[in-house]
Structures are given as structure tokens and as C-alpha cells.
Nanobody, 121 residues
């Protein structure tokens, strides 16, 4: 059974940093690209970032570029998202998602349960 379990969500002040993690199980982690997607209150899903299966190709949404950093640890089957200089508009539920393929083409078949990140003073 495929499982994606996020952790690290919290309340953080504007300008602060937070690190999300997603532990994957039930599939060959190093064979698939992985993504982060978020959903702000009252809005639709917004793609954040993707890393390919081997971790050497990464893309970010323009909104997060330079502030968010995605990484993967194949030894721990873990996907991470380092979020710096966070702003109130980053408030959202963040989801870890397994891509359908090894490359960065969009398309997901499994999602985590989501984790709340709130940026507020």
C-alpha cells in the first residue's frame, strides 16, 4: 500500500522558515518524480515544486522560486520542502504527491493527507 505522510507544518511568523517532510512507503521511491502541491483557503490546488526520480532536476513555481527548496533523501525515502522568508500568502495545506513517471511531467497517482502551514503574526 502506497503511503505518503507529511510532517512539519506549523504556525510561523512572516519572514520565518519552516521545513516540511514527506515519508514515502509502499513503492520504489527512487523510481518516481515527487512533487509538492498546496491549497490556500478558498482556492484551488497550486503546484509548488517537483524533483525528478534521481534528484538532479528540479523546478519551482515562479512564486516560490528563490524562497522554497525541494530535496529528496533516497536512503530515508523522504521528500523535503524548505520554505524560507514565508509570507501570509503561503498559508495553505501542503500536499506531497507521487508523480506518475520518473521525470517531471505533471500527473500524480498518490497524495499525502496534507499538512497545514499558517503564516501569521
Amino acid at each position: 500500500e502506497v503511503q505518503l505522510v507529511e510532517s512539519g507544518g506549523d504556525l510561523v511568523q512572516p519572514g520565518g522558515s519552516l521545513r516540511l517532510s514527506c515519508v514515502a512507503s509502499g513503492f520504489t521511491f527512487c523510481s518516481f518524480a515527487m512533487s509538492w502541491v498546496r491549497q490556500a483557503p478558498g482556492k484551488g490546488l497550486e503546484w509548488v515544486s517537483v524533483v525528478n526520480s534521481v534528484g538532479d532536476t528540479i523546478r519551482y513555481s515562479d512564486i516560490m522560486k528563490g524562497r522554497f527548496f525541494i530535496s529528496r533523501d533516497k536512503a530515508k525515502n523522504t521528500l523535503n520542502l524548505q520554505m524560507n522568508n514565508q509570507q501570509p500568502e503561503d498559508t495553505a495545506v501542503y500536499y506531497c504527491a507521487k508523480n506518475l513517471l520518473h521525470d517531471q511531467e505533471p500527473g500524480y497517482d498518490y497524495w499525502g493527507q496534507g499538512i497545514q502551514v499558517t503564516v501569521s503574526s
